[in-house]
């Protein structure tokens, strides 16, 4: 039971640092990580619909440094904060 309260603590890290990024206050070390994160756990559970978006969301955090798109990376925080809480409470 843990691990889906981590995975979810990991999501709300994620949206943040996504939010963080859009305004150009993360260093790019926390943006890899938050990547690094995303892709991994979208790799690792590849069956799933969910974590295959979240594959892509953690693509999209590494596009977000060269060209951040600000509805997208909203839509996208906002998808993480509602999962990242449904799986910590």
Do not use: N
């Not at 039971?1 to 859009?22: H, T």
């Not at 990547?35 to 559970?45: I, Q």
């Amino acid at each position: 039971m843990w691990v889906i309260k981590f995975f979810g603590i990991m999501d709300l890290y994620s949206a943040a640092v996504m939010l963080l990024v859009q305004f150009d206050v993360t260093p790019w070390r926390v943006i890899l990580t938050a990547a690094a994160w995303l892709v991994m756990k979208g790799f690792l559970f590849r069956g799933d619909v969910a974590s295959m978006i979240d594959m892509g969301i953690g693509f999209y955090h590494l596009l977000m440094v060269i060209l951040p798109i600000p509805v997208l990376t909203y839509i996208l925080a906002i998808y993480l904060v509602v999962k990242g809480v449904l799986s910590v409470s």
